[in-house]
């Protein structure tokens, strides 16, 4: 018996009236773990009942608790007839598994019933009670700790990336035609939740395995996804990072966490990269395609029909100064080192890590994104305990992202994600991620200290360009792509645009801000079933990547930027058309070269006239101009300035006037180029180019103040202030009408966008200046005529006055020990002009124009002189107003109220006449207005009002909440609902019934996060919302699935009452924190 | 093509002051739209009508889910389904109780009953707020009532502590729960020009002092009804009125004191022993529940329209009910001092209170 569980069932209140006679409940629980069931004795006649019972204990295998979940169903007694079932409540009791996270749940809980929704809450508390286990094939893996988020948690340090963990479970679906046939709909979608609870907690226990097989201890970006095949079965399937992490102690400084986004950079360089044969020739962007992926029909023995894939290793590069010169100065050792990086990847079978930004040093390059995917016909599945075929299939697609990785050079694939679109049994899998080169350092096992012995092989690279340099050969590169030296070190070569799925490095050199920017596109496909079916769709995909990507390229230039991070391409499938939506926050690399303008070039005269042409080339002109200013990109000029400036770091010397040397060759060459690199010329040679211009040019840009994106971190933007809001918004758009173009759709489709993301702008007008980060938008065709588009981000504020003080300002405020370990200059440098640069900072960050070398150098300073000026660059922030602060204030009228009203009723059970001069001084002190003479009486209430105040749980799906620290991860949320109606009218109908649906989901978190002890969600995510209707029977049905990190945050500016926080945090009662 | 589900859902409930107004107001979400757009909300961010409409749709959804926590204010600070700052919810419930004077003044005095209530289409006709507004308010009128009235204790406390208002608001539905229990009449023309305020004060005077709560607070029962006993005893000051010699000695008192203070002293002289007759009949009659009721219409047929037909002053009136009630006390044989005070007290406030166009 490994574990004992513990749970006692406190009390209930606000439960819904089960006897029509009485207007009262007779209700009691009933407590399940596993098979074994616990009653309370029957609390009669109340709504507000208080069992205080027993503690039940079960006595379970480990491998048990880490599946099961523990259910509480709440029930109404009746005499004469069945008892009626109020709700339930599933708790996932993972999170006490590890030491570190919490140690008890106890709190309220919504009661929730899958037609009713919410009737109630109810108050438990369990604990659980682990033995050792030391039995070495043990089935269980409890203690390794699990994280959404995709990064380095903020209060861990890695000290070893093992790589990438994946793991799938199938089962039955207990109901797969409900929207038919609802006979118990509720028996069904019950069972259906708790089989995916079971299932979830399964699958994480066996990726724990894997990971404890790898000698990890922890997944980080977890990411479990559901497949609703219908009647082939459930797939439940995540993948992850399997890292060894260690805690770092909390109370110590602020500048020990290991932030993700180091201001330091990768302190090696990628002389030598590796040259692979580019054997495929992807697709490029603006070329007429020379697209020649493997579309091969295989109709393989296990009935898939079509397999199709395509690999868009998007143009991004870089270069190294010249290949060989780079090598001489590297020497044999380094060599050697990378030499044993990459066999230590490559005995891996998928070197695949779905984080997006990274601890410093740990990516060298990026070579762009790798994509893949494949198209099935989904058959049942007959055995569940060998899920092989859906194995297979992504089996199948990782090996292609793996070799499109190494035709891009790259021994890694990072940013890494899966996702599936299902639409009767046509499956298409997709798999995407960006192709990069490693630092070795991070791989090899036994060296765990960053920063010391590698050290003197280290070439400074240059920190905020480094990871922009090509990674492949120039002279045989996988792809057409225009390469460059880099605009900041002169030295390597770099692409003309960077395409990547990861968030943008902190140390990475931008110009101005970045913003959201989207290719969406619709295409009509004839109905069709089976493999005709399927190959139909796999036909219509490389034409609809292609296009996603012409663009996000025209949109990019639009811009006037020259990079995409964070790019996402989800191609959803529906009976009669597919829909495909790129998102990516596009940024400005000041190590990259401008983007030239877009020609415009008429083909045929005869259509249209040459006024027409340059009418249409004024506009792009125009609008090029006004998204410059809009986002603020004034690249520093390097022409002359680059050569003077100097640089006080007398070991760099050398080296940086050889360096300007060659650049200043190089500048002569790059005027020459210009304008052949300037020829972006799009065609109009038919209608459809026409609308395909203007479709470019409806994107409106966000209205004064708003600032969006779709990564982690906002390019330009770093200093934000408190204020934060969390939303998920759903929009369904029904197609009228039945003969609809292609060029139809599409704008029917981009309105739709459009203005959902002008509806968030004007929703969240108060919080201006505000940025939308981490836009996630999810298409899906749920019926023929139907577009559903739901969308979660975060809108948080900042100081626009601060806006100006850019990159280098963000990690100081994170700043890391080991970052500034690994500074090359001389610390004693910085401290003596540290003083004299507080009060300058902000100044040298800001002009633009100043070199690129010397900018980077300047950072650097900023970053040491930040960090002893760091009470000053704090206190803008102290001062911004903050919700979260107020509700801590608890001072307002409504608590001190409840708090007096609560301390009379205690008095007035002694004496009378104590009560009477408690409620006087009380009543004085409420109003100001005078008691009338004789009036002073007591307070006697017949009625109790339960006397605690809700905690307050911000979510967020970032990694961080601005102006906090999280001193602890509690645990992963992970929870799926279900919920069902058959009276849609009555319920305001389908938007009145989704909207308390994602309300209810959203208190049903918080009440989890609020029990474990915390104060806050982190990397939250909506990973389903599957809604379904039948208006004409009046019924809906719709599953969420959301995921997301429980932490205890607390404000950057209280850090010594860290301790004491986490122990309020423990008993529930952190509405005191001085969190968030 | 059409929009077939549109929601958007904060963290953090997201509510619109101005909105809220709207949906309270009862405004339909076009009207409210237009209404919004003709404040200029549009130019702000760049909004368009589908924008507004939707924005407009997503509150009114939020509040119609939120209005069934309206209505015990107390679970709005514990539920866990809308996560609300606390100065908001504060806001919520304040807007949510708060009325319109012209409505209240309506139904005030009115049971709070069904037939009150298909009454609203008429009163909403007639006060020109809308009967979504009307049902709301007169909703919460009735949901108050019927929380207090099972409960002991003060009143204005009960309901400040239960429906979590300020003491404004708190004070303001006692008196309206006050005069919902004691049925007062508050509709004849002559009343017309009193405003709600001027009955609430009354109510509050009413129910500092003449209620059982207001002699003994620790005794067990509603602040709402009149003090039976002090009610009984009012019967005591007809002497003033019965006794020829103490109505003449008042009088004789009263004149010696006003006299070169005012200008209309001949009309009070001429009027005070009408004006004694009325007040002190007034007071004789309170054990009649009917007579309660009329309470307020006595006061202006018998006091306030004779000395407006004379023209006084409210400072004459002041001066002259301050002198009458002060000289009762020099009167030897008079013994019920105690009672004409309490008696007076209230009296004298009242038609301060009243005493205005």
């Not at chain 1, 037609?115 to 893996?141: A, M, P, T, W």
């Not at chain 2, 209240?104 to 707020?129: P, Q």
């Amino acid at each position: 018996m490994p574990g004992k569980l513990k749970a006692k069932i406190v009390a209930g209140r606000h439960l819904p009236v089960m006897d029509r006679a009485s207007d009262l409940t007779d209700a009691f629980v009933e407590v399940k773990f596993g098979n074994t069931t616990f009653k309370t004795d029957v609390c009669p006649k109340s709504l507000n009942p208080q069992w205080n019972s027993e503690w039940f204990k079960f006595e379970v295998d480990d491998e048990d608790l880490q599946d099961e979940p523990l259910q509480i169903t709440v029930l109404d007694h009746d005499t004469y007839s069945a008892n009626d079932a109020i709700g339930k409540v599933y708790i996932d009791i993972d999170p006490l598994l590890y030491s570190e996270a919490a140690s008890v749940i106890s709190g309220w809980f919504p009661i929730y019933d899958t037609i009713h929704g919410i009737r109630g809450e109810i108050n438990v508390i369990v604990k659980v009670e682990l033995f050792n286990d030391l039995n070495r094939f043990r089935q269980s893996s409890c203690g390794v700790k699990f994280f959404c988020t995709t990064c380095i948690p903020q209060c861990y340090r890695a000290t070893l990336v093992h790589g990438f963990v994946e793991e799938l479970v199938v089962n039955e679906d207990p109901e797969y035609q409900w929207i038919d046939r609802i006979r118990t709909p509720r028996a069904s979608n019950e069972a259906r939740q708790r089989l995916i609870s079971l299932m979830s907690g399964e699958l994480q226990r066996k990726i724990g395995l894997k990971v404890l097989e790898m000698g990890g201890n922890a997944v980080v970006g977890y990411l479990q996804c559901f497949d609703l095949e219908g009647e082939s079965g459930l797939v439940v399937r995540a993948i992850g990072t399997a890292c060894t992490l260690d805690k770092l102690s909390s109370g110590s400084a602020p500048n020990t966490n290991t932030h993700m986004h180091p201001n330091t950079a990768p302190a090696s360089n990628a002389c030598n990269s590796p040259s692979k044969d580019g054997k495929e020739s992807p697709l490029a962007h603006g070329c007429r395609s020379t697209h020649n992926s493997p579309v091969h029909s295989v109709c393989s023995s296990q009935r898939l029909s079509q397999n199709f894939s395509v690999s868009v290793p998007t143009l991004i590069f870089t270069g190294m100064g010249s290949g060989g010169s780079a090598g001489k100065e590297a020497g044999p050792l380094r060599t050697l080192l990378r030499q044993q990086t990459q066999t230590a990847l490559e005995q891996r079978e998928f070197p695949f890590f779905t984080l997006t930004s990274f601890p410093p040093g740990f990516l060298l390059h990026v070579g762009g994104v790798v994509s893949a995917r494949s198209v099935k016909l989904l058959d049942r599945i007959h055995n569940p305990d060998e899920p092989e075929t859906r194995d297979a299939w992504w089996e199948e697609i990782r090996q292609e992202i793996k070799s499109h990785a190494r035709a891009l050079g790259c021994h890694a694939v990072v940013g890494y994600s899966e996702s599936t679109s299902i639409c009767e049994e046509v499956c298409i899998l997709s798999a995407s991620g960006t192709a990069a080169i490693l630092n070795p350092r991070y791989m090899r096992e036994g060296c765990l200290d960053i920063g010391c012995t590698d050290h003197r092989f280290e070439e400074p690279s240059p920190p905020n360009c480094g990871f922009c340099h090509i990674p492949y050969d120039e002279l045989n590169m996988p792809f057409p792509a225009q390469l460059t030296y880099c605009y900041h070190c002169r030295r390597q070569k770099v692409p003309d645009v960077l395409f990547t799925t990861i968030d943008l490095p902190s140390e990475a050199a931008v110009a101005g801000k970045g913003c959201l920017i989207q290719a969406r596109l619709c295409r009509l496909k004839k109905k069709a079933q089976g493999e005709a079916n399927a190959t139909a769709i796999s036909n219509l995909l490389p034409f609809m990547e292609y296009e996603l990507h012409t663009q996000l390229m025209n949109k990019l230039k639009l811009r006037s930027m020259n990079a995409l991070f964070g790019l996402h391409i989800q191609i959803s499938v529906g009976e009669n058309m597919l829909l495909g939506l790129a998102s990516a926050t596009g940024v400005y690399l000041t190590a990259l070269p401008a983007p030239g303008g877009i020609q415009i070039a008429g083909k045929t005269p005869g259509d249209l006239s040459s006024e027409h042409i340059s009418s249409i080339q004024k506009r792009i002109n125009d609008t090029i101009a006004v998204n410059k200013e809009l986002y603020q990109i004034n690249p520093p000029e390097l022409a002359e300035e680059g050569v003077g400036s100097p640089i006080p770091e007398p070991r760099h010397r050398s080296r940086l006037f050889r360096s300007h040397s060659e650049s200043s060759d190089e500048l002569s060459e790059l005027d020459l180029s210009h304008g052949k690199k300037d020829a972006f010329v799009l065609e109009i040679d038919d209608t459809d180019a026409v609308e395909d211009i203007h479709s470019l040019l409806i994107d409106a840009p966000p209205p004064t103040g708003f600032y969006s994106c779709n990564t982690e971190n906002m390019p330009g933007i770093s200093n934000w202030t408190s204020g934060v809001q969390m939303f998920t918004s759903v929009r369904v758009l029904r197609l009228s009408n039945a003969n609809l173009t292609n060029q139809g759709l599409n704008k029917i489709f981009t309105d739709l966008c459009e203005n959902l993301l002008k509806s968030f702008y004007f929703k969240l007008r108060s919080m201006i200046p505000c940025c939308l980060c981490h836009l996630n938008f999810t298409v899906a065709v749920p019926e023929e005529e139907l577009i559903q588009v739901t969308v979660t981000a975060v809108a948080m504020t900042y100081d626009k006055e601060q806006t100006q003080e850019k990159t280098a300002e963000k990690p100081v405020n994170k700043g890391s020990l080991e970052a500034e370990e690994q500074l090359q200059f001389p610390l004693e440098l910085c401290a003596d002009s540290s003083s004299s640069n507080i009060q300058t900072a902000s100044k040298i960050s800001v002009s633009l124009f100043t070199p690129a070398a010397k900018l980077c150098q300047n950072q650097l300073l900023i970053a040491r002189s930040a960090g002893v000026g760091e009470s000053t660059n704090m206190s803008p922030r102290a001062a911004s107003v903050d919700y979260g602060s107020f509700a801590d204030r608890c001072s307002t009228w409504l608590e001190l109220l409840r708090l007096k009203a609560h301390t009379i009723r205690r008095g007035s059970v002694k004496t009378s006449r104590r009560t009477q001069s408690l409620a006087h001084s009380v009543s004085s002190l409420e109003r100001c207005s005078p008691l009338q003479e004789g009036r002073s009486r007591s307070l006697r209430s017949s009625r109790s009002f339960g006397g605690s105040s809700v905690t307050v749980v911000k979510m967020t799906p970032l990694s961080f909440l601005p102006g906090t620290r999280i001193i602890k991860y509690l645990g992963i949320i992970n929870m799926f609902f279900i919920r069902e109606t058959t009276s849609l009218r009555e319920e305001g109908g389908v938007s009145g019934f989704l909207h308390s649906f994602i309300a209810e989901v959203f208190a049903m978190v918080r009440a989890h996060v609020a029990a474990l002890g915390g104060n806050a969600v982190v990397s939250y995510s909506m990973k389903e919302c599957v809604f379904m209707e039948n208006p004409n029977k009046n019924q809906a049905q719709c599953l969420i699935n959301v995921s997301g990190d429980a932490v205890i945050c607390i404000s950057e500016t209280d850090q010594e009452s860290s301790a004491s926080t986490a122990n309020t945090g423990q008993t529930g009662g952190s509405e005191t924190d001085g969190a968030t | 093509m059409s929009v077939e589900l549109d929601v958007f859902v904060g963290n953090t409930t997201i509510m619109d002051e101005e909105v809220y107004q709207l949906w309270l107001d009862g405004y339909t979400v076009n009207d409210a739209v237009k209404v919004r757009m003709e404040g200029g909300v549009m130019d702000e961010c760049e909004a368009s009508k589908d924008v507004l409409l939707s924005d407009t749709m997503d509150q009114y959804r939020t509040f119609q889910m939120c209005e069934r926590l309206l209505h015990s204010p107390a679970k709005l600070a514990n539920q866990l389904l809308f996560q609300i700052p606390p100065h908001r919810q504060i806001m919520l419930i304040e807007r949510y109780y708060a009325f319109d004077d012209t409505f209240v003044r309506e139904v005030l005095g009115k049971k709070l009953s069904k037939g009150t209530k298909k009454d609203l289409d008429d009163i909403s006709t007639k006060t020109s707020v809308t009967l979504k507004s009307c049902r709301r308010q007169f909703d919460n009128f009735k949901r108050v009532f019927k929380v207090v009235e099972e409960l002991k204790g003060p009143l204005v406390e009960n309901i400040r502590q239960h429906f979590l208002l300020s003491d404004k608001l708190a004070r303001d539905y006692a008196a309206i729960v006050f005069f919902a229990n004691n049925r007062f009449e508050t509709g004849k023309r002559k009343l017309q020009y009193l405003s709600f305020q001027d009955f609430a004060f009354c109510a509050g005077q009413l129910i500092s002092n003449w209620t059982v709560g207001a002699v003994d607070n620790m005794v067990e029962d509603m602040d709402v009804d009149l003090d039976k006993e002090f009610l009984q005893e009012l019967k005591e000051l007809k002497i003033l009125i019965t006794d020829k010699d103490l109505l003449d000695q008042h009088k004789s008192l009263v004149c010696t004191a006003l006299r070169g203070k005012t200008k209309v002293f001949i009309e009070m002289e001429g009027s005070f022993k009408n004006l004694s007759r009325g007040l002190i009949n007034i007071a004789a009659k309170l054990t009649n529940t009917k007579d309660v009721r009329d309470f307020f219409i006595d006061l202006v047929e018998k006091f306030i329209e004779p000395c407006r037909s004379d023209r006084w002053s409210a400072a004459d009136m002041k001066l002259y009910l301050t002198h009458y009630t002060n000289s009762a006390h020099i009167l030897d044989t008079f013994k019920h001092q105690v009672v004409w005070d309490r008696y007076m007290g209230v009296v004298k406030s009242c038609i301060f209170k009243m005493y205005h166009d």
